[in-house]
């Protein structure tokens, strides 16, 4: 039996008394149960699409940037996230139903924050038109836009205007690369993306386009990249409040920039 040595005492195990050592045994099944109970409440499903690198990707360091911040900022919260991949259809759906916690990298709508609980935006992504440089084309309003083809990628909220006008002749593809190649071939006149985004699949996917496209320097729009935590999770409002303290530490302390510098 275990011996205890105490203020020059000797005790032997919960051998007190009955009495005392029921409710010291109690007592430790308790906290126990609150130890195993935390543990499970700060385990959070954090999923992403894996395709939008620099941001995110199954072959990037730390999954990505936005995927390395996200990770980051919830360990030090206090929270162990199991970080997965996924389409965003099933991302959509699966925070819609609570089968995922937390949405790495959603850009916000008014129809997703029905379901999702948005943070403040952690990074800024710049939405801008990319052309071939020979094209005499300059973006200034939507008005500019009129009677050309534009390539966007299925599913992506670039921008709520842009994505609801009628009068934007928008042509689907599955992939930003995609629409840098009808780009390149004169199928569309313009396409657009994160300018991080389409200075990376630039420079590894379509490297002779650096020479022939020019992104624009006006955006269609700046938006904010957030976590989004599903409304299902209980926590949710605990984990945002949570979260965004985290990132305003890790600005303070020097290791949000030192993840910026990382992947540039």
């Not at 009495?19 to 385990?43: D, K, P, V």
């Not at 620099?54 to 900022?73: C, F, K």
């Not at 020019?214 to 700046?222: A, R, S, T």
């Amino acid at each position: 039996m275990l011996t205890i040595h105490r203020f020059g005492k000797r005790y032997r195990g919960c051998a007190l008394s009955p009495l005392r050592q029921g409710i010291a045994c109690a007592l430790s099944l308790m906290f126990m149960f609150m130890l195993l109970h935390t543990a499970t409440a700060a385990e959070l499903k954090v999923v992403h699409s894996g395709n939008w690198p620099p941001y995110s990707g199954a072959d990037l360091p730390g999954q990505g940037l936005a995927i390395e911040l996200v990770t980051t900022a919830l360990e030090r919260a206090g929270y162990s996230a199991s970080v997965s991949i996924d389409s965003l259809e099933r991302i959509l759906e699966g925070s819609k139903t609570g089968s995922y916690d937390v949405f790495a990298t959603p850009w916000y709508t008014m129809e997703r924050d029905r379901f999702l609980h948005f943070s403040r935006p952690y990074l800024e992504s710049s939405i801008r038109f990319i052309k071939r440089k020979h094209s005499d084309f300059a973006y200034t309003t939507f008005d500019d836009l009129d009677g050309l083809r534009i390539g966007v990628v299925k599913g992506y909220a670039y921008d709520e205007d842009f994505n609801q006008s009628p009068a934007i002749d928008k042509v689907s593809a599955n992939s930003l690369t995609q629409n840098l190649r009808k780009l390149l071939a004169k199928e569309i006149d313009l396409t657009l993306d994160d300018e991080r985004v389409l200075l990376y699949e630039i420079a590894r996917s379509t490297p002779d386009a650096a020479t022939t496209l020019e992104i624009l320097e006006k955006p269609l729009v700046v938006r904010g990249v957030n976590i989004g935590v599903s409304r299902k999770n209980p926590d949710h409002a605990r984990i945002v409040a949570d979260f965004d303290k985290a990132i305003a530490a890790m600005k303070q302390d020097g290791t949000y920039e030192e993840i910026l510098e990382k992947h540039r």
